[in-house]
């Protein structure tokens, strides 16, 4: 056995036998499956990587050859061979081991990733340099198949595919993304590694010829020849690579040899690994709808998840999810879009029920856009469910087929805000910002359940593009067939206490707490008002007008950028206008916010409520 802990950089697997490489492969599984459960983190996509991870630090020498992971969720292993096995139970923590590669972490990590599809682009750039600058090192992408649903990965293979620039990716081929993926290439990635022929008879050959040089040799000159006939050319033939596989993605023996093959190439290799996710853990392994891509803390023996749940609440996906089915019953209209975040979006009862309602685009955010579009135009008005994140992936497509069309498409924009633990690359912050400058957009937030099917409602009795941003987390549980749905006032904001010394602005479900500290500082003597700003855009003017001529302070509170958020349009409002007011305004600053607990991450940028009230009773001193 191993003390995996003790590992401090990959050099020693060079000098492992098979044997001991398979039980170092044992022993990393055994590690991984222990911490996580103390931690929480991306599980089942790393033990699919296992014998794939140990066989590149075989072959190849990192730092020096460079090894960039397609969106990174799965480089734990990479992790723990380059020495940061000790950091583990500081997982996705503040100020601790990021779930993603990290430059600053680790020499070992060359590429910084988090979104899906830019494995491939990064390395082809790496390789340009290297090749102007007359190094010698290999370029390696590794790259799942759901990931290949995105068509950046395409733009990259068809560029380098016909150069002769000495790059390999790696397919990791596992049939998952998050959820099952879809798409023509998934088909044909099926066909591939289906052609049981294929394998079959690869390993009887082996079986049969063991330890007979003569006969191996033969075979080993017209295997070439037996491939294409039981495979035949694969889509990367076509573009230009020189394609090995299907491999056995938890063979040692043939992931080091093809591994071998590809370095000595001379123009673009792509090797494709058949893995199994969650390899060597049951639960994981039979998972299919992917709830152990990203977990939180669980006992190893029973599978059981930790969570913190109360009675009556469920995620806001999920209460998005139902309200939509609600929707869906009542206006034919509705159809939900979403980019490969079925399970994440909390979509799986509603593509149950309206099978054909729910579309799958894989990770297509760009299409995903057009095509509501497209649908817009011809009589429906399509939600297309999407992370803030990722919302950014798609701007383009927003004002140029959405937006400037006036088309009537609604955008579920899914973790807004900050999202704790999957850091800078997953923060919800920049929606805000983009979205305030597209002309014919309404821009809404709701504070709680209720609010939230109401702005529902309104955008789908309203013509015109929609956006509701919603925050990760829980909220009250409200049931969508028994709610009143009502119209809303477009642009319209509400008191939540009356003011007579300051006023509080802020959006969304932190409005609670807010409330809450009105009351706390009405016993210390102070009025402080409270306006629920749930439409960003258009903002409520005449409210506006109504606070100004309070001639009291203003206190605007929001989790998303400074920069072009609410604080800046209200800021902007009354410059154009040229009402004195004061304002001051809380949110993030201009960086990018790393990983950890929401509420740490809020304490660190003097966002608390406590720091709100510190700046309530400042502007009162002035």
């Known amino acids: 056995m191993y003390n995996i802990k003790e590992i401090q950089d990959p050099t020693f697997i060079k000098q492992l036998s098979n044997r001991q490489l398979k039980i170092l492969c044992k022993d990393l599984r055994t590690f991984l499956i222990d911490s996580l459960s103390k931690t929480g983190g991306h599980l089942s996509s790393n033990l699919g990587v296992v014998e794939l991870t140990v066989a590149l630090h075989k072959v190849f020498n990192s730092p020096e050859d460079k090894f960039i992971w397609d969106v990174g969720h799965q480089s734990y292993i990479h992790k723990i061979l380059t020495g940061r096995a000790k950091d583990f139970p500081t997982l996705r923590q503040y100020k601790g081991l990021s779930g993603f590669p990290k430059r600053k972490e680790s020499s070992h990590d060359c590429w910084e990733t988090g979104h899906a599809s830019t494995s491939i682009s990064a390395a082809v750039g790496m390789a340009y340099a290297r090749d102007l600058n007359e190094d010698d090192y290999h370029v390696i992408a590794i790259i799942g198949d759901g990931s290949l649903t995105g068509g950046m990965a395409y733009e990259a293979l068809n560029h380098i595919g016909h150069t002769n620039k000495r790059l390999i990716v790696i397919l990791n081929d596992n049939e998952m993304a998050i959820s099952p993926n879809v798409g023509a290439l998934h088909n044909i990635l099926g066909t591939i590694r289906t052609t049981d022929s294929y394998l079959n008879t690869k390993r009887q050959v082996k079986a049969v010829l063991k330890g007979n040089q003569v006969l191996n040799g033969v075979i080993h000159r017209t295997k070439g020849s037996v491939k294409r006939l039981l495979i035949g050319n694969t889509p990367f033939d076509a573009l230009g690579f020189k394609y090995f596989g299907p491999v056995d993605g938890h063979n040692l023996n043939d992931l080091i040899k093809n591994l071998n093959f590809a ?63 609600e929707l869906t019953a009542h206006d034919k209209r509705c159809a939900v879009i979403t980019p490969a975040m079925i399970n994440g979006s909390a979509l799986n009862e509603y593509a149950k029920r309206y099978p054909d309602r729910l579309i799958d685009v894989g990770i297509a955010e760009e299409h995903a856009v057009t095509m509501a579009g497209g649908m817009a135009t011809q009589g429906m008005k399509p939600f297309v469910s999407i992370y803030s994140t990722f919302l950014k992936r798609s701007y383009d497509q927003i004002h140029h087929d959405i937006a400037r069309q006036n088309l009537d498409v609604v955008f579920g924009i899914d973790r807004a805000g900050i999202v704790g ?21 309404t821009l809404m937030m709701p504070r709680n359940g209720e ?93 506006l007008d109504e606070i100004a001529a309070l001639q009291v302070p203003i206190i605007v509170y929001e989790e998303s950028t400074l920069i072009a958020g609410l604080g800046s349009a209200i800021l902007e409002y009354y410059n154009e206008t040229n009402q004195r007011v004061e304002i001051n305004r809380l949110g993030i600053p201009d960086i990018y916010v790393q990983h950890g607990r929401v509420s740490e991450i809020l304490e660190e940028l003097h966002l608390t409520i406590e720091d709100v009230k510190l700046e309530v009773m400042r502007s009162l001193k002035k």
């Not at 001379?266 to 891509?293: C, M, N, R, Y």
């Not at 633990?421 to 957009?441: F, S």
């Open 421 to 441: 633990a999957d850091g800078e690359t997953h923060q919800g912050l920049y929606d805000i910002a983009m979205l305030r400058p597209v002309p014919n957009m």
């Open 263 to 325: 370095k000595k190439a001379d123009k673009p290799v792509l090797i494709h690994v058949k893995t199994t996710k969650g390899k060597g853990f049951s639960f994981a392994e039979q998972d299919k709808l992917g709830t152990w891509h990203g977990v939180g803390k669980f006992n190893k023996r029973t599978g059981n998840v930790a969570g913190d749940k109360k009675e009556n609440q469920i995620s806001w996906s999920k209460l998005i999810s139902n309200g939509l089915m």
């Open 451 to 543: 609010e939230a099917y109401n702005l529902l409602y309104t955008a789908y009795q309203t013509p015109g593009p929609f956006a509701m941003r919603y925050p990760r987390g829980d909220v009250w549980q409200v049931d969508p067939h028994y709610h009143e749905w009502k119209m809303i006032e477009i642009g319209s904001w509400e008191w939540l206490a009356t003011a007579q010394d300051a006023v509080i602005v802020s959006m969304g479900p932190v409005l609670s707490e807010l409330a809450e500290l009105v009351e706390e500082l009405k016993l210390e003597g102070l009025h402080i008002g409270l306006v629920n700003a749930r439409f960003i855009k258009p903002l409520d003017y005449k409210m």
